[in-house]
Protein backbone atom coordinates (compact mmCIF):
# COMPACT_ATOMS: atom_id res chain seq x y z
CA UNK A 1 0.00 0.00 0.00
CA UNK A 2 0.77 3.88 -0.57
CA UNK A 3 2.47 5.32 2.41
CA UNK A 4 1.38 8.92 3.60
CA UNK A 5 2.77 11.17 5.96
CA UNK A 6 1.29 14.32 5.26
CA UNK A 7 -1.88 15.63 7.60
CA UNK A 8 -3.13 18.90 5.60
CA UNK A 9 -5.57 21.15 7.21
CA UNK A 10 -7.34 21.82 3.95
CA UNK A 11 -8.52 19.87 1.09
CA UNK A 12 -8.58 21.61 -2.43
CA UNK A 13 -10.64 19.26 -5.32
CA UNK A 14 -11.20 20.15 -8.94
CA UNK A 15 -14.60 19.17 -9.78
CA UNK A 16 -14.23 17.59 -13.50
CA UNK A 17 -12.64 14.52 -13.17
CA UNK A 18 -11.94 14.69 -9.53
CA UNK A 19 -15.12 15.07 -7.86
CA UNK A 20 -17.66 13.89 -10.38
CA UNK A 21 -16.24 11.29 -13.41
CA UNK A 22 -17.94 13.64 -16.00
CA UNK A 23 -14.99 14.25 -18.67
CA UNK A 24 -16.43 12.38 -21.73
CA UNK A 25 -19.79 14.25 -21.21
CA UNK A 26 -17.41 17.97 -21.76
CA UNK A 27 -15.86 16.08 -24.80
CA UNK A 28 -18.90 14.82 -26.76
CA UNK A 29 -20.21 18.26 -25.88
CA UNK A 30 -17.09 20.00 -27.18
CA UNK A 31 -17.04 17.64 -30.32
CA UNK A 32 -20.07 18.35 -31.56
CA UNK A 33 -20.29 22.21 -30.99
CA UNK A 34 -16.84 22.55 -32.65
CA UNK A 35 -17.35 20.45 -35.73
CA UNK A 36 -20.96 20.62 -36.46
CA UNK A 37 -21.71 24.45 -35.00
CA UNK A 38 -18.79 25.81 -35.92
CA UNK A 39 -17.31 24.06 -38.99
CA UNK A 40 -13.95 23.11 -37.82
CA UNK A 41 -13.22 19.55 -38.70
CA UNK A 42 -11.59 17.90 -35.37
CA UNK A 43 -10.76 14.15 -34.32
CA UNK A 44 -12.62 13.09 -30.68
CA UNK A 45 -9.02 13.08 -29.43
CA UNK A 46 -8.05 15.69 -31.18
CA UNK A 47 -10.67 17.64 -29.12
CA UNK A 48 -9.47 15.79 -26.00
CA UNK A 49 -6.10 16.96 -26.19
CA UNK A 50 -7.87 20.27 -25.80
CA UNK A 51 -9.88 19.76 -22.40
CA UNK A 52 -8.53 21.76 -19.97
CA UNK A 53 -8.90 25.53 -18.92
CA UNK A 54 -11.59 28.29 -18.96
CA UNK A 55 -13.92 27.60 -22.22
CA UNK A 56 -13.13 30.58 -23.81
CA UNK A 57 -9.49 29.44 -23.64
CA UNK A 58 -10.37 26.39 -25.22
CA UNK A 59 -12.02 28.56 -28.12
CA UNK A 60 -8.82 30.57 -28.36
CA UNK A 61 -6.34 27.22 -28.77
CA UNK A 62 -8.51 25.84 -31.54
CA UNK A 63 -9.81 29.10 -33.76
CA UNK A 64 -7.12 31.29 -33.09
CA UNK A 65 -7.03 34.37 -30.89
CA UNK A 66 -10.15 37.35 -31.35
CA UNK A 67 -11.89 35.07 -34.21
CA UNK A 68 -14.81 35.23 -31.61
CA UNK A 69 -16.03 38.14 -30.01
CA UNK A 70 -16.48 38.29 -26.05
CA UNK A 71 -21.07 37.79 -26.95
CA UNK A 72 -19.81 34.78 -28.97
CA UNK A 73 -17.73 33.03 -26.48
CA UNK A 74 -20.31 33.28 -23.83
CA UNK A 75 -23.51 32.14 -26.00
CA UNK A 76 -21.28 29.19 -27.28
CA UNK A 77 -20.02 28.65 -24.04
CA UNK A 78 -23.59 28.83 -22.47
CA UNK A 79 -24.46 26.43 -25.33
CA UNK A 80 -21.83 24.12 -24.78
CA UNK A 81 -22.85 23.72 -20.91
CA UNK A 82 -26.54 23.14 -21.57
CA UNK A 83 -25.44 19.97 -23.93
CA UNK A 84 -23.35 18.72 -21.50
CA UNK A 85 -25.75 19.20 -18.45
CA UNK A 86 -28.45 17.60 -20.44
CA UNK A 87 -26.38 14.73 -22.13
CA UNK A 88 -24.59 14.12 -18.19
CA UNK A 89 -27.72 15.20 -16.11
CA UNK A 90 -29.28 11.89 -15.65
CA UNK A 91 -25.66 10.18 -14.77
CA UNK A 92 -24.83 12.70 -12.36
CA UNK A 93 -22.93 11.30 -9.70
CA UNK A 94 -20.12 11.89 -7.09
CA UNK A 95 -17.06 9.08 -7.81
CA UNK A 96 -17.63 6.29 -5.37
CA UNK A 97 -16.71 7.18 -1.41
CA UNK A 98 -16.36 10.98 -2.07
CA UNK A 99 -19.23 11.64 -0.17
CA UNK A 100 -18.23 9.69 2.99
CA UNK A 101 -14.72 10.71 2.22
CA UNK A 102 -16.44 14.64 2.58
CA UNK A 103 -18.34 13.81 5.79
CA UNK A 104 -14.74 12.52 7.34
CA UNK A 105 -13.05 15.65 6.22
CA UNK A 106 -15.63 17.84 7.76
CA UNK A 107 -15.77 15.82 11.11
CA UNK A 108 -11.62 16.02 11.18
CA UNK A 109 -12.08 19.78 10.97
CA UNK A 110 -10.40 20.14 7.85
CA UNK A 111 -11.04 22.85 5.67
CA UNK A 112 -12.13 22.19 1.79
CA UNK A 113 -12.52 24.36 -1.12
CA UNK A 114 -13.00 23.48 -4.89
CA UNK A 115 -10.75 24.95 -7.53
CA UNK A 116 -12.13 24.40 -10.79
CA UNK A 117 -12.26 25.80 -14.38
CA UNK A 118 -15.91 25.02 -14.33
CA UNK A 119 -18.13 28.27 -14.67
CA UNK A 120 -20.79 28.77 -11.67
CA UNK A 121 -23.15 27.40 -14.16
CA UNK A 122 -21.50 23.95 -14.10
CA UNK A 123 -20.17 23.98 -10.17
CA UNK A 124 -23.96 24.56 -8.98
CA UNK A 125 -25.04 22.53 -11.43
CA UNK A 126 -22.86 19.53 -9.05
CA UNK A 127 -23.00 20.84 -5.67
CA UNK A 128 -26.61 21.19 -5.91
CA UNK A 129 -27.64 18.44 -7.93
CA UNK A 130 -26.12 15.66 -5.52
CA UNK A 131 -26.56 18.53 -2.52
CA UNK A 132 -23.08 18.39 -1.44
CA UNK A 133 -22.57 22.21 -0.91
CA UNK A 134 -22.23 22.19 2.89
CA UNK A 135 -19.10 20.55 3.01
CA UNK A 136 -16.89 23.70 0.95
CA UNK A 137 -15.87 26.22 2.89
CA UNK A 138 -14.59 28.47 -0.74
CA UNK A 139 -15.29 27.73 -4.26
CA UNK A 140 -12.87 29.04 -6.61
CA UNK A 141 -14.57 29.04 -10.46
CA UNK A 142 -13.43 30.24 -14.05
CA UNK A 143 -14.74 33.45 -13.11
CA UNK A 144 -12.40 34.13 -9.82
CA UNK A 145 -8.92 33.81 -11.94
CA UNK A 146 -6.99 35.75 -14.74
CA UNK A 147 -5.33 32.58 -15.81
CA UNK A 148 -6.12 29.26 -15.45
CA UNK A 149 -4.27 26.18 -14.46
CA UNK A 150 -1.37 24.77 -14.65
CA UNK A 151 -0.87 28.31 -13.43
CA UNK A 152 -0.91 28.58 -9.57
CA UNK A 153 -3.67 30.83 -8.83
CA UNK A 154 -6.68 28.62 -8.83
CA UNK A 155 -5.17 26.94 -5.67
CA UNK A 156 -3.16 29.97 -4.10
CA UNK A 157 -7.26 31.97 -4.08
CA UNK A 158 -8.50 28.73 -2.74
CA UNK A 159 -5.69 28.64 0.09
CA UNK A 160 -6.18 32.53 0.86
CA UNK A 161 -10.15 31.64 0.74
CA UNK A 162 -9.37 28.97 3.53
CA UNK A 163 -7.14 30.96 5.49
CA UNK A 164 -4.50 27.89 5.52
CA UNK A 165 -0.92 28.08 4.07
CA UNK A 166 -0.45 26.81 0.79
CA UNK A 167 1.98 24.10 2.40
CA UNK A 168 -0.91 22.65 4.42
CA UNK A 169 -3.11 22.18 1.38
CA UNK A 170 -3.37 19.24 -0.05
CA UNK A 171 -4.49 18.64 -3.92
CA UNK A 172 -7.09 16.30 -5.44
CA UNK A 173 -6.43 16.77 -9.73
CA UNK A 174 -7.36 14.26 -12.47
CA UNK A 175 -5.02 15.68 -15.07
CA UNK A 176 -1.38 16.95 -15.05
CA UNK A 177 -2.26 20.29 -15.81
CA UNK A 178 -4.09 20.38 -12.21
CA UNK A 179 -1.14 18.59 -10.69
CA UNK A 180 1.42 20.97 -12.44
CA UNK A 181 -1.03 24.01 -11.12
CA UNK A 182 -0.61 22.32 -7.49
CA UNK A 183 3.10 21.91 -7.88
CA UNK A 184 3.33 25.81 -9.15
CA UNK A 185 1.46 26.51 -5.83
CA UNK A 186 3.78 24.37 -3.46
CA UNK A 187 1.36 22.15 -2.65
CA UNK A 188 1.16 18.34 -2.39
CA UNK A 189 -1.33 16.17 -4.79
CA UNK A 190 -2.97 13.15 -4.89
CA UNK A 191 -3.99 11.82 -8.24
CA UNK A 192 -7.74 10.76 -9.07
CA UNK A 193 -7.15 7.71 -12.02
CA UNK A 194 -10.17 8.92 -13.82
CA UNK A 195 -8.64 10.58 -17.05
CA UNK A 196 -5.07 9.66 -16.62
CA UNK A 197 -3.02 6.87 -16.07
CA UNK A 198 0.16 6.98 -13.66
CA UNK A 199 2.70 6.78 -15.86
CA UNK A 200 1.29 10.19 -17.51
CA UNK A 201 2.84 12.12 -14.15
CA UNK A 202 5.96 10.49 -14.48
CA UNK A 203 7.74 13.97 -14.06
CA UNK A 204 5.54 15.17 -10.83
CA UNK A 205 7.42 14.94 -7.32
CA UNK A 206 4.56 16.52 -5.47
CA UNK A 207 2.26 13.43 -5.69
CA UNK A 208 1.73 11.39 -2.69
CA UNK A 209 -0.37 8.85 -4.16
CA UNK A 210 -3.03 7.64 -6.40
CA UNK A 211 -6.50 6.27 -6.04
CA UNK A 212 -8.67 5.08 -8.76
CA UNK A 213 -11.69 6.68 -6.00
CA UNK A 214 -12.15 7.41 -2.66
CA UNK A 215 -12.52 4.19 -1.26
CA UNK A 216 -8.80 3.68 -0.71
CA UNK A 217 -7.50 3.50 2.45
CA UNK A 218 -4.55 5.56 2.09
CA UNK A 219 -6.93 8.45 2.07
CA UNK A 220 -6.94 7.29 6.19
CA UNK A 221 -3.50 8.00 6.82
CA UNK A 222 -4.33 11.89 6.29
CA UNK A 223 -6.26 12.41 9.08
Request: proline share 3%; glycine share 6%.
Amino acid sequence: MQQISFKPKAFLFDLNGTMINDMHYHSKAWHHIINNDLGRALSFDEVNKEMYGKNAELLERVFGKNHFSESQILEISMEKERRYQEAYGPYLSLIDGLETFLKKGKEAGIKMAIGSAAIPFNIDFVLDGLKVRQYFDAIVSADDVAISKPNAETFLKGAIALGVHPSECLVFEDVPKGVQSAKNAEMKSIVITSTHNEADFNDFDNILGFIADYNNPILNLLF
